[in-house]
Nanobody, 125 residues
Framework: QLQLVESGGGLVQPGGSLRLSCAVS????????IGWFRQAPGKEREGVSCISNTDGSTYYADSVKGRFTISRDNAKNTAYLQMNSLKPEDTADYYCAVDWGFTVQAMCVMTPAYWGQGTQVTVSS
């Protein structure tokens, strides 16, 4: 059974950092493109960052470019999102998702096939 489980969310002050993890089971991560998405209350879902399974290329939304870093460890079947210089507008539920055969640009604007349950990130003083 294919499963994705996010962790690492929480409450952090503006300017702080968090690292989200996405542990997958039931399949090997190296065949899949990975994406991190977020949705804040009353807002549309946003593709935050995506990473290729072939050449390691990445995509970042303009809102997080220079502050967030996506990575993957295929040996551990885990993906990460390092979030630095967090702002209140980063507050949202964050989800990881996987699919295959797409570019990172396409992945971050589509609805991938498989999703985790989400982890909440709150940036507030």
């Amino acid at each position: 059974q294919l499963q994705l489980v996010e962790s690492g969310g929480g409450l952090v002050q503006p300017g702080g950092s968090l690292r989200l993890s996405c542990a997958v089971s039931g399949f090997t991560l190296d065949s899949y493109v990975i994406g991190w998405f977020r949705q804040a209350p009353g807002k549309e879902r946003e593709g935050v960052s995506c990473i290729s399974n072939t050449d390691g290329s990445t995509y970042y939304a303009d809102s997080v470019k220079g502050r967030f870093t996506i990575s993957r460890d295929n040996a551990k079947n885990t993906a990460y999102l390092q979030m630095n210089s967090l702002k209140p507008e980063d507050t949202a539920d964050y989800y990881c998702a996987v699919d295959w055969g797409f570019t990172v640009q396409a992945m971050c604007v589509m609805t991938p096939a498989y999703w985790g349950q989400g982890t909440q990130v709150t940036v507030s003083s």
